[in-house]
């Protein structure tokens, strides 16, 4: 069964910084490419990034270009989202999706994990 | 980047009764290798969302058959035949035809 459990959420002042992961089981990770997509407080979705199965290429949201970086580790199954430079407007839910076959777009979620940017 | 729009964004609907929720993409979805990759999730409250349609009509494993989905170009349907009390929640189409970004319409909120 697939499985994937985000981690790292919390609050955080404008400016700082947070490191998301995401932990993958129940399918071959290194297998997959991977999507970060975040859910404002009573908004809709809007997609992050993705990283390719290889982690050799990476692609990004306008609104996280320059600021976040995705990354993954095959050895230990995981994603990750570095957040650098946040803003408030990054307070969402961060949700780990794992792509759809050999393709790109995201199919199955994560629980998400809450990150709150607030002084 | 390609704009979707849903419609209703609210959409009250009794026990048994059918439903349908419209999707527009400010161009066409026909990717060069054919094929439309227009897909619906379901948000029910409190969760993920969890996909329940692909590439227009595919139904993904475990989506009951009274979701279908329809449609070509840029307009898209997804349909319940019956609605059910778990099947509130919010429906979001997404395209995944002209990426990055993957872009998602509003969402429509069903309840009952």
């Known amino acids: 069964e697939v499985h994937l459990l985000e981690s790292g959420g919390g609050l955080v002042q404008p400016g700082g910084s947070l490191r998301v992961s995401c932990a993958a089981s129940?399918?071959?990770?290194?297998?997959?490419?991977m999507s970060w997509v975040r859910q404002g407080p009573g908004k809709g979705l809007e997609w992050v990034s993705v990283?390719?199965?290889?982690?050799?290429?990476?692609y990004y949201a306008d609104s996280a270009k320059g600021r976040f970086t995705i990354s993954r580790d095959n050895s230990k199954n995981t994603l990750y989202l570095q957040m650098n430079n946040l803003r408030a407007e990054d307070t969402a839910v961060y949700y780990c999706?794992?792509?759809?076959?050999?393709?790109?777009?995201?199919?199955?979620w994560g629980q998400g994990t809450l990150v709150t940017v607030s002084s | 980047d390609v704009v979707m729009t849903q419609s209703p964004l609210s959409l009250p609907v009794p026990l048994g009764h059918p439903a349908s929720i419209s999707c527009r993409s400010s161009q066409s979805l026909v990717h060069s290798d054919g094929n439309t990759y227009l897909n619906w999730f379901q948000q029910r409250p409190g969760q993920s969302p969890r996909r329940l349609i692909y590439q227009i009509s595919n139904r993904d494993s475990g989506v009951p058959d009274r979701f279908s989905g329809s449609g070509s170009d840029t307009y898209f349907t997804l349909r319940i035949s019956r609605v059910e009390a778990d099947d509130v929640g919010i429906y979001y189409c997404m395209q995944g035809t002209h990426w990055p970004p993957f872009t998602f319409g509003p969402g429509t909120k069903v309840d009952i």
């Open positions: 999706a794992k792509a759809a076959g050999s393709g790109w777009s995201p199919d199955f």
């Open positions: 129940g399918f071959i990770f290194s297998n997959y490419a």
């Open positions: 990283i390719s199965y290889s982690a050799n290429t990476t």
